[in-house]
């Protein structure tokens, strides 16, 4: 049986991998005994994973959707500004409710960023304890 990992998984396991590089190259200076560091080995012939873009959420729950400057900090590219690549939006459960992103989902992605929506929870109805949150 083959384990599978998730591409959230994916990225924090290579954001591990990154600070632990990170973190040898920093300790193994003058700072600290090297041989009692783990040792790393980056084949760069050899691609295992691909990290498609560093992005952020926009969850009209937890706070207002986010205004046009925004939009132009989190996904421009210029000075003072972030470069995220990837937006991620929750689908919510209600079908009322999916059109709330839509503003946000096409501004970024006519900036050119990857937009991935998808709902946090089956819907409470198929659920043990009939309620979004557990269960």
């Given at each position: 049986?083959?384990?599978?990992?998730?591409?959230?998984?994916?990225t924090?396991?290579?954001?591990?991998?990154?600070v632990?590089?990170?973190?040898?190259?920093?300790?193994?200076?003058?700072?600290?005994?090297?041989?009692?560091?783990?040792?790393?080995?980056?084949?760069?012939?050899?691609?295992?994973?691909?990290?498609?873009?560093?992005?952020?959420?926009?969850?009209?729950d937890?706070?207002?959707?986010?205004?046009?400057?925004?939009?132009?900090?989190?996904?421009?590219?210029?000075?003072?500004?972030?470069?995220?690549?990837?937006?991620?939006?929750?689908?919510?459960?209600?079908?009322?409710?999916?059109?709330?992103?839509?503003?946000?989902?096409?501004?970024?992605?006519?900036?050119?960023?990857?937009i991935?929506?998808?709902?946090?929870?089956?819907?409470?109805?198929?659920k043990?304890?009939?309620?979004?949150?557990?269960?």
């Amino acid at each position: 049986m083959r384990a599978s990992i998730d591409n959230t998984s994916l990225t924090k396991i290579s954001l591990g991998v990154i600070v632990l590089l990170l973190n040898s190259i920093i300790v193994s200076g003058s700072f600290a005994q090297t041989e009692f560091l783990p040792q790393e080995a980056i084949y760069l012939d050899n691609t295992k994973q691909v990290i498609r873009g560093f992005g952020a959420a926009n969850i009209l729950d937890w706070r207002p959707d986010m205004t046009d400057a925004e939009i132009e900090t989190a996904f421009g590219t210029g000075d003072g500004q972030l470069g995220f690549t990837i937006l991620r939006l929750r689908v919510q459960p209600d079908s009322n409710q999916w059109s709330l992103n839509v503003r946000t989902a096409k501004k970024a992605y006519d900036m050119g960023v990857t937009i991935i929506a998808s709902p946090w929870s089956p819907p409470a109805s198929i659920k043990t304890n009939n309620d979004l949150v557990g269960g």
